[in-house]
């Protein structure tokens, strides 16, 4: 039994909390070992959205395969809210440094700096202050526009329904893809986002429409962009022909496999590139053979 503790802070967001929560509740259900338990310094944690939750205010026993979450909450500045005081602060420290993971969403990566946790590791938070989280931290590497970052057991994501890729994550890392795939499937979560995607990424732009059938094949090419992909293999796996399966698709994302293929392609290359990395490598690790598609297809864009 894996014991999921979530530390509440006052004003943290509902959906930095539920995200997660709904994540391993449903792993439960599915008959993988979790138990739930959230803990505070107070009983009462009044909510951003206005209600107000009932927590522990003593921890569990805690071994290396449980896991802490530190979800988000309302302000500018991660520092401007969520005071701990430093029992808690050692308690997330102590249970690091005994082998346990500890996770963050949004401004939660703030009570991970403060209890030491960021220094000398990669992590993220919200867009909106991860300028603030490098100045509070000189010794983290803050990694912009990314879904999450996993670094020795520190894991940080994004913010707000970045906590469920996160939670997908770890699940996945726990029991396998498959898991988390089933777990998304039952929370009509269709794309399942990888740590290194765009904060606003064209996985998600893509996916406003309830044709399964083409959901099952945008989460293929999700996960095996830079491969090459026939149109054949795409139709065998979503059970319906190809001339079917190509007017489904671009019924309800507006582009053809192939062209979805290339957006996150072309999506990916960007970042890349945007992180330093040349146009020919760049083009090489999304799949494509020389940098001359990439290049048209940046100039189409």
């Known amino acids: 039994m894996t014991r999921v503790v979530f530390l509440l802070v006052p004003q943290l967001h509902l959906l930095d909390l539920a995200g997660p929560a709904q994540v391993f509740s449903t792993a439960a259900d599915l008959g993988h070992g979790y138990e739930i338990g959230y803990v505070a310094e107070q009983e009462d944690v009044p909510s951003a959205q206005g209600v107000t939750l009932r927590a522990d205010t003593s921890w569990p026993a805690l071994t290396a395969d449980d896991l802490v979450v530190v979800p988000g909450w309302r302000s500018p500045f991660p520092g401007d809210s969520g005071a701990l005081t430093p029992d808690t602060l050692q308690r997330l420290a102590a249970?690091?440094?005994?082998?346990?993971?500890?996770?963050?969403?949004?401004?939660?990566?703030?009570?991970?700096?403060?209890?030491?946790?960021?220094?000398?590791?990669?992590?993220?938070?919200?867009?909106?202050?991860?300028?603030?989280?490098?100045?509070?931290?000189?010794?983290a590497s803050v990694v912009p526009d990314v879904l999450y970052v996993v670094d020795d057991r520190v894991v940080t994501s994004a913010g707000i329904a970045s906590g469920i890729d996160l939670a997908l994550h770890l699940v996945a890392v726990r029991h396998g893809p498959s898991a988390a795939a089933r777990i998304a499937r039952s929370m009509v979560v269709y794309a399942r986002r990888n740590g290194d995607e765009r904060q606003a990424s064209a996985m998600l732009r893509h996916r406003a429409h309830l044709v399964d059938a083409v959901h099952q094949v945008q989460d293929l090419i999700d996960t095996r962009y830079t491969s090459r992909l026939s149109l054949s293999d795409l139709s065998t796996a979503a059970g319906v022909s190809e001339r079917t399966l190509t007017r489904r698709f671009t019924a309800a994302t507006g582009l053809t496999p192939l062209r979805y293929q290339q957006e996150l392609r072309l999506e990916r290359a960007e970042h890349l590139i945007s992180h330093g990395a040349t146009s020919e490598s760049a083009a090489h690790?999304?799949?494509?053979?020389?940098?001359?598609?990439?290049?048209?297809?940046?100039?189409?864009?």
């Open 95 to 139: 249970h690091h440094a005994a082998g346990g993971t500890v996770a963050s969403v949004c401004s939660g990566a703030d009570v991970l700096g403060r209890a030491g946790l960021l220094d000398g590791r990669h992590c993220t938070t919200h867009h909106e202050v991860q300028d603030e989280l490098a100045a509070r931290y000189p010794r």
């Open 285 to 301: 690790a999304v799949g494509f053979q020389d940098a001359r598609m990439l290049r048209r297809l940046r100039a189409r864009a």
